[in-house]
C-alpha cells in the first residue's frame, strides 16, 4: 500500500533543488557517487529526481541488478570506503542509541556541564555490551553525539519524553 503523498512546502523544495543543482556538474561528468546522492536527497525532499541525476543513476544500479557487471552496489555507484572508517562509523552507529539517550537523560536530570555528561557517558559505556573499548574520551562521546545522524535519535528520545507518563482522563473513563 502507498503512503499518502504530501504537498511539499515551497520553500522545502526550493532548497532541495539548490542542493542538487550544486551537484549537477559531478554528475554529468560521471561521478556516481554524486548521482546517487542527487536521487536521495529529491525522494527525501519529496522531490522527483531531475533527469539529468535518474539516468545516470538507472544505468549504475542496472549495471549491479540487470547486468551484473558489478558485485556491490559501492562498486556501482564508485563508493570507496577505507576500512577503517568503515568499522569506526560501524561502531558509532551501534553505539549512537545509547549515547544520545543517555545523555539527553542526563542532562535531563540537570547534569551540567553537558561535558559532564559526557564524561558519565564514558564511565558507563564500559559495562555496554557493544561497546568494544575503542572509546576512551568523552570527546568521541560528544563527536558521536552531535554527528548529524544522531539527530533523528535526539528527535525521537524527545519525543519520547513529550508522551504523557499515564493517560489522559478520558482514556481512564473508558476503561482502557
Known amino acids: 500500500m502507498d503512503a499518502p503523498r504530501k504537498r511539499v512546502r515551497p520553500y522545502r523544495r526550493r532548497l532541495t533543488l539548490n542542493a542538487v ?8 561528468v560521471g561521478n556516481g557517487y554524486a548521482a546517487l546522492t542527487v536521487v536521495t536527497i529529491c525522494l527525501r525532499g519529496g522531490v522527483l529526481p531531475p533527469l539529468w ?3 545516470p543513476f538507472l544505468h ?15 562498486g556501482a555507484f564508485d ?3 577505507r576500512d577503517k572508517q568503515f568499522k569506526v562509523q560501524q561502531r558509532n552507529a ?3 542509541p545509547f549515547i544520545v539517550g543517555r545523555v539527553l537523560q542526563l542532562s ?4 551540567r556541564p553537558i561535558e559532564a555528561a559526557f564524561a ?16 576512551s574520551s568523552w570527546h568521541t562521546i560528544k563527536g558521536i553525539y552531535y554527528e548529524a545522524a544522531s539527530e533523528s535519535w535526539r528527535r525521537f528520545f524527545k519525543a ?3 508522551i504523557p507518563k499515564r493517560p489522559p482522563k478520558f482514556v481512564e473513563r473508558l476503561g482502557v
Not at 549504475?60 to 559501492?74: G, P, S
Open 21 to 28: 543543482e550544486q551537484l549537477r556538474e559531478q554528475v554529468e
Open 53 to 55: 541525476a535518474t539516468a
Open 60 to 74: 549504475r544500479y542496472d549495471n549491479w541488478d540487470v547486468r551484473y557487471r558489478e558485485q556491490t552496489l559501492d
Open 79 to 81: 563508493v570507496r570506503r
Open 94 to 96: 551501534r553505539l549512537r
Open 108 to 111: 535531563a536530570a540537570g547534569v
Open 120 to 135: 558519565k557517558v564514558l564511565k558507563e559505556l564500559c559495562k555496554h555490551p557493544d561497546d568494544d573499548g575503542s572509546i
Open 160 to 162: 519520547l519524553e513529550r
